[in-house]
């Protein structure tokens, strides 16, 4: 009997077969993977790689920037400064032929030195270039070459040196324990006269005792800014002084009490120093409008303690007339008043301490300005002089006959405020009257406009002036009441005085 017998495996080959082809699919998947992996990593190195897509020709151009620049310096050693210049013409001449545009190119490139002042020969600066090399490289087909570079200072100028205090000393007067330093002479060269100078101790002195004598720079930079103007720079920044010739406090009174001891260089340091001072005030109110036309030394009154003179000091009040021409107003006007500084330090020696001074306690008002002073000689000598009597013996030694006779326009004759119908005025100059004043203030106001005055001596006063004609009686001006003839100004003013006056009343 014919059997059919077909090879079939047993199950355990089977089993075989099949592990072997799993195995085989394992490895396929794997080998698969791991060249993904690779050609992934191939394309993000080739990422990295200088894009050259879209660069004009072939090849990039080699560029390095360090052919192209130069570093100079100029100015003084110690003071120099430097500066790199990039010569965009050649750079531009070879790189004609790059993808991008040179402007592009050059929105690329930057770069800054270390150091650009205050140097001195030797010094070394370095050029640190700042640049996107891959966008020159991408955009512009330029392969730039970025190293810094290093150059030397040289060539700079050696600045000159000058004595600041040429010229200057430290004079010391008074008596020792109680001396004073003040700083004298004058600069001798220009370059000294920006500089402020100060003394590290100006009073309370005691022979033997150091003083130091030393200025301020004028200038934000100091030295560099000082040196590029004057093209020098100062040898030393101080110097010192020695306390000598202080009275021994024991010794006769330092002070001068007796008017011929005066000295001749004492008048001139007190006459400089007081119209510097009036200098000094009239172009704090206004170096444009108000201008000094005279400025008249009448001479002095020499005040003299009549007590015990180791108490008190004598006094020199040193007097003048003032003329200022007024340009505040609509029109120039002269103004006069009387002005004095009080000086209480005359030593025996010579010397006069010229900041031991007083101003005036007295003020002078005009219409938009006021200023330390009186109106006439007369208020100065009573202020000053009378309300001493009783401590002090008074010399008079001012010359009544030097007074110049003021020209007054007749028109503004007579007024304490001659513009108050053109201006308001200044509520403080308002305040600063006397009571007498401020009354004929509010007066003028009404006399300007015609009002016929019920008081006869405030008629028979503004009748001595040539603007006041009484057109207007006082029973009329009540009836139409005083905006009728009042302008907007004199309104305002009048208003304003008025209500000082109210006030003072209580």
């Given at each position: 009997m014919n059997s059919l017998s077909s090879e079939t495996k047993s199950p355990r080959s089977l089993k075989l077969v099949i592990a072997f082809i799993s195995i085989v699919l394992i490895l396929a998947v794997?080998?698969?993977?791991?060249?993904?992996?690779?050609?992934?990593?191939?394309?993000?190195?080739?990422?990295?790689?200088?894009?050259?897509?879209?660069?004009k020709g072939d090849s990039c151009i080699e560029i390095d920037l360090n052919d192209y620049i130069t570093c100079s310096f100029t100015g003084y050693n110690g003071y120099g400064r430097a500066s790199v210049i990039l010569d965009e013409d050649k750079l531009k001449k070879d790189t004609s032929d790059m993808a991008g545009s040179f402007k592009e190119l050059?929105?690329?490139?930057?770069g800054e030195l270390s150091s650009s002042e205050h140097l001195s020969n030797g010094d070394k600066v370095t050029f640190v270039w700042n640049c996107d090399e891959k966008k020159a490289y991408s955009d512009c087909g330029i392969d730039l070459s970025c190293k810094s570079k290093e150059f030397?200072?040289?060539?700079?100028?050696?600045?000159?040196?000058?004595?600041?205090?040429?010229?200057?000393?430290?004079?010391?007067?008074?008596?020792?324990?109680?001396?004073?330093?003040?700083?004298?002479?004058?600069?001798?060269?220009d370059a000294a006269r920006d500089f402020t100078f100060v003394l590290s101790k100006k009073d309370h002195l005691k022979n033997g005792e150091r003083v130091t004598l030393s200025f301020q720079w004028d200038y934000d930079d100091r030295e560099g800014d000082f040196v590029e103007k004057y093209h020098c720079i100062p040898s030393s920044r101080e110097v010192e002084y020695y306390v000598s010739g202080l009275t021994d406090p024991d010794s006769p009174l330092p002070y001068v009490d007796k008017f011929n001891m005066v000295t001749v260089g004492q008048w001139n340091s007190m006459k400089k120093y007081s119209e510097k001072v009036l200098s000094e005030r009239i172009s704090a109110i206004s170096a444009s409008d108000l201008e000094s036309s005279l400025v008249n030394y009448l001479g002095c009154y020499f005040l003299t303690p009549?007590?015990?003179p180791g108490e008190s000091k004598s006094h020199?009040?040193?007097?003048?007339?003032?003329?200022?021409?007024?340009?505040?107003?609509?029109?120039?006007?002269?103004?006069?008043?009387?002005?004095?500084?009080?000086?209480?330090?005359l030593m025996s020696d010579g010397t006069v301490d010229v900041s031991d001074s007083e101003v005036p306690s007295g003020i002078v008002s005009f219409p938009s300005w006021?200023?330390?002073?009186?109106?006439?000689?007369?208020?100065?000598?009573?202020?000053?002089?009378?309300?001493k009597v009783g401590d002090f013996d008074c010399e008079?030694?001012?010359?009544?006959?030097?007074?110049?006779?003021?020209?007054?326009?007749?028109?503004?004759?007579?007024?304490?405020?001659?513009?108050?119908?053109a201006q308001l005025v200044d509520p403080a100059l308002i305040a600063s009257l006397s009571d007498d004043d401020l009354r004929l203030a509010i007066n003028e106001i009404w006399a300007r406009n015609g009002y016929a005055f019920r008081n006869k001596d405030i008629l028979d006063y503004y009748k001595q002036f040539s603007w006041y004609i009484p057109t207007v009686s006082a029973d009329e001006w009540d009836k139409n009441g005083q905006e009728h003839y009042l302008n907007d100004f004199e309104m305002q003013n009048i208003n304003a005085m008025t209500k000082e006056r109210d006030k003072r009343e209580g």
């Amino acid at each position: 009997m014919n059997s059919l017998s077909s090879e079939t495996k047993s199950p355990r080959s089977l089993k075989l077969v099949i592990a072997f082809i799993s195995i085989v699919l394992i490895l396929a998947v794997a080998a698969g993977a791991v060249v993904w992996i690779l050609n992934q990593n191939s394309n993000d190195d080739a990422s990295d790689e200088k894009d050259v897509t879209g660069i004009k020709g072939d090849s990039c151009i080699e560029i390095d920037l360090n052919d192209y620049i130069t570093c100079s310096f100029t100015g003084y050693n110690g003071y120099g400064r430097a500066s790199v210049i990039l010569d965009e013409d050649k750079l531009k001449k070879d790189t004609s032929d790059m993808a991008g545009s040179f402007k592009e190119l050059m929105g690329y490139i930057d770069g800054e030195l270390s150091s650009s002042e205050h140097l001195s020969n030797g010094d070394k600066v370095t050029f640190v270039w700042n640049c996107d090399e891959k966008k020159a490289y991408s955009d512009c087909g330029i392969d730039l070459s970025c190293k810094s570079k290093e150059f030397f200072v040289s060539e700079l100028t050696q600045v000159s040196t000058f004595d600041p205090f040429d010229g200057l000393y430290v004079d010391f007067s008074g008596v020792d324990g109680e001396g004073v330093a003040r700083i004298a002479g004058t600069a001798m060269r220009d370059a000294a006269r920006d500089f402020t100078f100060v003394l590290s101790k100006k009073d309370h002195l005691k022979n033997g005792e150091r003083v130091t004598l030393s200025f301020q720079w004028d200038y934000d930079d100091r030295e560099g800014d000082f040196v590029e103007k004057y093209h020098c720079i100062p040898s030393s920044r101080e110097v010192e002084y020695y306390v000598s010739g202080l009275t021994d406090p024991d010794s006769p009174l330092p002070y001068v009490d007796k008017f011929n001891m005066v000295t001749v260089g004492q008048w001139n340091s007190m006459k400089k120093y007081s119209e510097k001072v009036l200098s000094e005030r009239i172009s704090a109110i206004s170096a444009s409008d108000l201008e000094s036309s005279l400025v008249n030394y009448l001479g002095c009154y020499f005040l003299t303690p009549n007590s015990d003179p180791g108490e008190s000091k004598s006094h020199v009040i040193v007097v003048y007339q003032i003329w200022i021409n007024d340009k505040t107003g609509e029109s120039p006007v002269e103004r006069e008043f009387f002005w004095c500084l009080t000086f209480s330090s005359l030593m025996s020696d010579g010397t006069v301490d010229v900041s031991d001074s007083e101003v005036p306690s007295g003020i002078v008002s005009f219409p938009s300005w006021s200023i330390p002073g009186y109106r006439t000689l007369g208020d100065l000598y009573c202020e000053l002089v009378v309300t001493k009597v009783g401590d002090f013996d008074c010399e008079s030694h001012v010359q009544r006959d030097l007074i110049q006779p003021l020209q007054v326009d007749a028109s503004r004759e007579g007024f304490i405020f001659p513009d108050s119908d053109a201006q308001l005025v200044d509520p403080a100059l308002i305040a600063s009257l006397s009571d007498d004043d401020l009354r004929l203030a509010i007066n003028e106001i009404w006399a300007r406009n015609g009002y016929a005055f019920r008081n006869k001596d405030i008629l028979d006063y503004y009748k001595q002036f040539s603007w006041y004609i009484p057109t207007v009686s006082a029973d009329e001006w009540d009836k139409n009441g005083q905006e009728h003839y009042l302008n907007d100004f004199e309104m305002q003013n009048i208003n304003a005085m008025t209500k000082e006056r109210d006030k003072r009343e209580g």
